[in-house]
């Protein structure tokens, strides 16, 4: 009975995935006021009039140094945003796979994590430890979560250079399956794209 108990404990865990609970604020250091280190800067964006179809007109602070990140603004170049936290498991296996997407189509594709309802000093380490080099935004109340209605982490979001949602995938990306977002990124921006 305690074995079928710790059984279905370990299942319903593992099947809930990664839920939002936490509540994080943007700090900048620490609560012993060490450095903590930081994520890489955020971009100033254009301004730009509301379209159905694009990114919630939210404003996010940007985890490292840098400008808000308003997220309506996300134009002029393909975005894939990810949104994450440092206490989601599935979140925490597919940053490599991000930050090697990063490095073959940083200069094409604009990449934007955004750490969800996490502790910043947390994700800020996080970031660090994997030597993740493009920037993270931080939405501490989850308010960008509940606008894409999702319920759980992590969720990736392939927006055009016209800011334009293309594609919005639910949950843990695999290598082939972020390869095909980056492709459709890549078309999107080519002459004959969307």
């Known amino acids: 009975m305690a074995v079928r108990l710790a059984g ?10 990664c839920t939002t609970g936490q509540q994080g604020a ?8 060490e450095a903590v280190p930081a994520a890489p800067a955020c971009e100033q964006l254009p301004e730009r009039p ?7 007109a939210l404003t996010l602070p940007c985890l490292g140094p840098g ?11 393909p975005t894939l945003v990810n949104l ?3 206490w989601c498991g599935p979140c925490r296996e597919e940053m490599p796979l991000l930050q090697d997407a990063h490095a073959r ?4 594709i604009r990449f934007l994590g955004v750490d969800v309802q996490d502790d910043p000093e947390a994700a800020r380490s996080f970031l660090a430890e994997l030597g993740v080099g493009y920037p993270h935004a931080v939405d501490a109340d989850g308010e960008l979560l509940r606008e894409l209605g999702g319920r759980g982490l992590p969720i990736t979001l392939a927006v055009d ?7 919005q995938v639910m949950g843990q990306l695999s290598a082939e ?15 004959g794209g969307s």
């Open 8 to 17: 279905g404990l370990l299942a319903a865990t593992l099947l809930a995935g």
């Open 161 to 167: 250079a016209e800011g334009r949602v293309l594609e």
């Open 50 to 56: 509301a379209e159905a179809d694009q990114l919630p």
């Open 26 to 33: 943007p700090d900048r250091e620490s609560a012993a006021g």
């Open 84 to 86: 994450w936290a440092t």
């Open 67 to 77: 400008p808000d990140v308003a997220l309506d603004r996300l134009t002029g170049r």
């Open 177 to 191: 399956e972020l390869e095909r977002l980056t492709d459709t990124l890549l078309s999107s921006d080519s002459p």
């Open 105 to 108: 189509h940083g200069e094409q």
